[in-house]
Every structure is written in C-alpha cells, then in structure tokens.
RNA sequence: GGAGGAUUAGCCUAAUUGGUAAGGCAGCAGUCUUGAAAACUGCCGGGUUCACGCCCAUGGGGGUUCGAGUCCCUCAUCCUCCGCCA
C-alpha cells in the first residue's frame, strides 16, 4: 500500500508508475482516490470542531452536577442534537475511507529506478551471464514425465485420482530426492547464509493475505475453506511476513532473516492450456522461501543477498540457469523490483521459472504495520520487506531430472544431495 | 462444544456509584562531565496544524449515554477447568 500522503504530493509520479506497469486503467481511480481525499479531509475537520464543542460542553456538565449548582438539562438536550451530527458525518467519513481504501490496496508499488521501461515478458533483462555446467547429454533426453514414469518416483495419474490435476505424488526414492532438496535448502541457508529457520502455518486467515498484498488482488487464486474462513497458503511469504504484522520491531535485531519450508497452493485459475504438463504447473508444490526485514536504507543490499543466496543453490546443483530483471511491464504489482531465476530445461529447450526475489520496500510493512524505532529518531518507521524462492523444487525437479539422466535412463543424484537421500542413483524397478 | 478469568502505548502497571487515560521502565535528544555513569530537562501511539492547539486511540466491531477503560451485546486471542477426539 501507497502512502496517502506520499500520492497526495507525487501525483505525476505515480501516474507514470501506472503507466509503466501497463496498468493506465488505474489512473482514473487515482483521480477517484484523490477526490475523496479531498471531502475526507474537510470532514473530518468539520467533525473534529464539533467533537471539541461537545468535549468541552461534557465538562461543563460534571462540573455542574459535582457543584450541585443550577441544571444541565439545555447542556444535554443541544449536546444530544451535536452527537446525533457527529455520529452522522462519522457515517459518512467511515464510508469515505471504506472507499479509499479499496482502492489504496488496489494501487501497486511504486517501481525502484533501476527496473528497466519495458510492456511485456519480452521486454525482461538479462541479469549477469547465464551459468552453465557440463552434463554430457550426448543421446536423446527424456523429459522429466517421461523418467518419473519409468522410473516409479511420480505419479500424476494416482495423485489426480485422489485430487484432481496438478496434485503430483511423489513415490519411493522419488519422494526421498523431494525431500532430501528440501532439507538441503534448509540447510544451506541456516548454515551458511544465516537464516533462522521457520516452520509456518500453512493456513491463514485474511488479514495475512491482505498484509503481503495477495488481497484482494489474487483472491480467487488462493484455496478457500468457507467454513473457517482460511485460505491455503500460495506462499510461505504470506505467513512468514505476517508472523511480525502489527509489531513494532526491535531496531537491534534488524535486518531478521527467516527460511521456511512449506506446501504452496495455488489454483492457477484462468492459466490451462499454457505450460500445463506435468511439473510445469501445478496446484501443490514444495518451496523454500527466504524472507528479510530490513531497515530501509539496506534493503537493495540485502535484496542482492538474497538473489545470491537462491543462486547458491542451484551452483551447489550444478544446474544451468540464468538471472532476469524485470521490467516495468511484467514485475508484480506489490514489487518494486524483481529478480527472477530460471533454470534450464534440456527436454522442452526453455529456462523454467525457479524463483523469483523481490524487494516490497515498505508496501507489505505499511499495508501489515510493521515497524521499528530507527537510531537516532523517536519516531517509528515502516520495516522493508523482502522475499524471494530458494527454490521451488517443481520446476527445479525437471531441470535436476533432465539433466542428471543417464543414456540408460536412470537419474545420477547430485553429489551435494548424496547425504540426504543415501543413495547415488535412481534405476527403474 | 460448555464454564470462569484476562487483554490499557515497545514493555510493565494505575484510574471512586460512568465525568473524559496517571505513572514507571526501556529508547532518543540535550545539559553537566576529560569520557562514561548518575542526576536533571525535553521527546517518546495515530491524524491535523507554520505554530498554539484540536481530534482520535484502553484487543476488534456494535450499542446505551450529554459523556464509556468503566455498563450492555458480539467477535478474536490467551490462561484455568469440564466435555469430546487424535
């Protein structure tokens, strides 16, 4: 969420933001938004001035009940005609600020100057040189359906049995290469990159979804269960963030950094027919995601951090990949600026999205108030928020499939994760 | 699911039969000091104002009242107990 006042004094601003999103459909609710800024302010003016009147005719009214001295009853029945103006105006303002609020949660971040002008996916940046590594794949590749089919370790067909398309189930040593990739994110990131590990809900309730920005926006993308009023999480960065709404945190223990582990799910309404096949979309996946709180000033620092410490990961895998910025017409609207990472596919001759790290500056931390006391200042200020996958393993599963293939057909597992899962390789039944 | 208790600012704690939130700690700035501590002064939830000031804020939302931390309704969370269940 957008500063009222900062949009009140930087209308050009965020009306070329808008535009550099491709969101110019925006612009009139900014007029809209400022408009009823504008009767909000005189309102509340015009209701404050009453509400003093009637503070300091209350007090008349116990002095003279305390001093027994003459009657209160033309005090109270004009002061009873005020309230009755004031509860009216009140009405008013709270619908005003109803108003201004949906549209202040629609409105998206503001863009960080170093995000690239561009409309469209295509207009993305290449980041640094893509990183390759050897694999000799000198005969025909399968492709990651293909391996865990013949392999035994997935199984699309039973998982859509008990659930429906897009719910995997991961078998045998299968199961154990998913969660040994796991455990080895966890880990690398604990121990070398100096996370503190969290193991979150993965229910929430909305005002979570509200405070990362996936409400109202993305609402009829999350799992809803109507009767308690949760949602299923599409992110371990809506409960991880929102472990600290409403806190006011304690400037010595910034920048806090968590990694966390969860199930995501995502009902990829609206997305069929593009990039469905097996892994490439699906409704459950396993993620580990990294989250920071900074101060403000050390955010695009710890913004590269986390871009690297995702990168680690996948260097640590020997997995080809490559780094975007994206542009202005592509990064999501909570973002100000966006690194995603993708990993080679050697069957479907495409990079894959893995991860994706975001700098939310304090759009997250103003929308779920959290805040710290800076040195030096009284006064409290909005935390930045940052998130970013290290990694998703749906899409890293294919990629580490395709490439650690044998021309036999079995999988080579890679010698970091050899400690997890306790095995080498991975040969058909 | 049922019964009782609790929730006041970053933390801790007050507030007569309803009369308009008082303190303490921590933090920040300053005075003093060779430096620090101590002591002292100011700041220390949000909005608005050049400023004085004014308004809002006692877990959330309603209600009663001229006036609500206080009375009523409702929801949430935590604690204790009962019931049910893994």
């Known amino acids: 969420m957008l500063d009222i006042n900062y949009i009140r004094l930087n209308q050009v601003e965020v009306m070329n933001m808008l535009h550099q999103r491709q969101l110019a459909v925006e612009v009139p609710r900014l007029q809209e938004l400022l408009d009823l800024d504008k009767e909000r302010k005189e309102l509340v003016q015009r209701s404050d001035d009453q509400k003093a009147l009637r503070n300091k005719v209350s007090k008349e009214v116990a002095d003279i009940k305390k001093s027994g001295q003459g009657s209160a009853e033309e005090l109270i029945v004009r002061m009873k005609s005020v309230s009755e103006e004031i509860a009216l105006m009140d009405n008013r303002l709270s619908q005003l600020e109803e108003e201004m609020e949906s549209i202040l949660l629609a409105l998206p971040n503001k863009l960080h100057s170093s995000v690239p002008a561009g409309k469209s996916a295509a207009e993305n940046e290449v980041f640094g040189e893509p990183v390759t590594f050897v694999h000799n794949l000198d005969f025909p590749v399968k492709n990651h359906l293909e391996l865990g089919k013949s392999l035994g370790i997935l199984d699309f067909e039973r998982g859509a049995k008990v659930s429906g398309a897009g719910f995997p189930a991961y078998m045998g040593k299968g199961a154990r290469l998913e969660r040994a990739l796991i455990n080895f994110m966890l880990d690398m990131h604990t121990e070398n990159h100096g996370y503190t590990e969290v193991f979150p809900p993965f229910f929430v309730n909305r005002e979570s979804l509200r405070g990362t920005g996936q409400w109202p926006k993305f609402a009829d993308q999350v799992y809803h269960m109507q009767e308690d009023d949760l949602y299923a999480i599409p992110t371990a960065e809506v409960p991880v963030t929102n472990l600290h709404r409403g806190e006011m945190l304690d400037n010595g223990a910034l920048p806090i950094s968590y990694a966390a582990y969860s199930a995501c799910f995502r009902r990829e309404a609206g997305s069929y027919g593009k990039d469905t096949r097996g892994f490439l979309r699906v409704h459950q996946f396993n993620k580990v995601e990294m989250v920071k709180f900074t101060r403000p000033e050390e955010s695009y620092e710890a913004l590269e951090q986390i871009r690297r410490n995702a990168e ?43 991860s994706s790290c975001s700098n939310f500056e304090d759009y997250q931390a103003r929308r779920a108030n959290i805040r710290f006391k800076p040195n030096g200042k009284s006064k409290p200020e909005f935390v930045h928020t940052l998130n970013g996958s290290g990694l998703a393993t749906s899409r890293l599963m294919v990629s580490l499939l395709e490439h650690y293939q044998t021309a036999e057909g079995n999988i080579r597992v890679p010698e970091v994760l050899r400690h997890y899962t306790r095995f080498d390789e991975i040969t058909a039944p």
Not at 317 to 326: A, C, F, G, Q, T
Not at 335 to 343: L, N, P, R
Request: negative net charge; glycine residues 2%.
């Open 312 to 354: 680690a990961i996948l260097i640590a895998l020997k997995i080809p990949y490559r780094v975007l910025l994206l542009c202005s017409g592509d990064i999501s609207a909570n973002a100000a600026k966006c690194y995603d990472i993708e990993v080679w596919s050697p069957a479907e001759q495409k990079y894959l999205e893995a």
